[in-house]
């Protein structure tokens, strides 16, 4: 079962406008979430992330909100910009309980911004 | 120079043939991961690694190996490989069990 979900594969949203992709997850022993940028040929880059104890955060174009009691996350890129077409992924994070290590990722969104 | 390299960069290679795929890093982390990226099914995390004497099992293991050479290496084979295992594979290091990882520029792997 898929502890992290993306439901929009692709997202298209016109230069200068808002981009909002959003992330929902199941497993409530997650307590920091990331998102991470992808260009084609290339490794995921880290973005930004969020610590559960957050409700919010910033970094420059980039906010991540997070609503704990939706177990849900979403990721606003103002104003969008044509090197932000990519593909974006979510990952959350925490102890499991069994132990287990790393990040678990979601599907990814392709994000592409229109001129 | 990055910071995670991964080695080949491409590979084909047939079924039934052992291959390995290496990955080093410069960050002086500790833990070292090795993802798999199929499309439209995100990354999935294949083995990890806390320390030269550690190793786990991740989400995907099955069919595949590991081996942590020394802190800057971690090295990723498949005894026999098989069509299914066509993917694209990604060497990841972090410095901490929750947070930010670093990833390498991934593997294209083709089994035929």
């Known amino acids: 079962d898929q502890q992290v979900k993306q439901n929009s594969p692709s997202l298209s949203v016109q230069e200068g406008r808002i981009s909002i992709l959003n992330c929902d997850y199941t497993?409530?022993?997650?307590?920091?979430f990331l998102w991470y940028k992808k260009y084609p040929a290339e490794g995921p880059t880290f973005l930004i992330s969020?610590?559960?104890?957050?409700d919010k955060n910033e970094d420059g174009r980039f906010t991540v909100f997070l609503n704990k009691s939706a177990k849900h996350l979403s990721l606003h890129i103002v104003p969008s910009q044509p090197g932000d077409s990519a593909v974006y992924f979510c990952?959350?994070?925490?102890?499991?309980?069994?132990?287990?290590?790393?990040?678990?990722f979601g599907k990814g969104t392709h994000l592409i911004i229109q001129p | 120079d990055a910071d995670v390299t991964q080695t080949p960069r491409n590979r084909i290679t047939k079924t039934g043939k052992r291959i390995m795929l290496e990955c080093s890093q410069t960050k002086g982390h500790d833990r070292m991961y090795w993802y798999r990226q199929d499309p439209g099914l995100g990354l999935r995390l294949i083995y990890y690694s806390f320390d030269v004497k550690d190793i786990n099992k991740g989400e995907i293991s099955d069919g595949y190996s590991v081996s942590r050479q020394a802190q800057a290496k971690f090295s990723l084979s498949l005894e026999s490989a098989i069509p299914n295992q066509t993917a694209l594979y990604f060497c990841a290091t972090s410095d901490s069990s929750w947070g930010e990882a670093f990833f390498g520029q991934g593997t294209r792997l083709t089994v035929v």
């Open positions: 990952a959350a994070s925490g102890y499991s309980g069994g132990g287990a290590d790393g990040l678990t």
């Open positions: 969020i610590s559960s104890i957050k």
């Open positions: 497993n409530s022993m997650f307590d920091y």
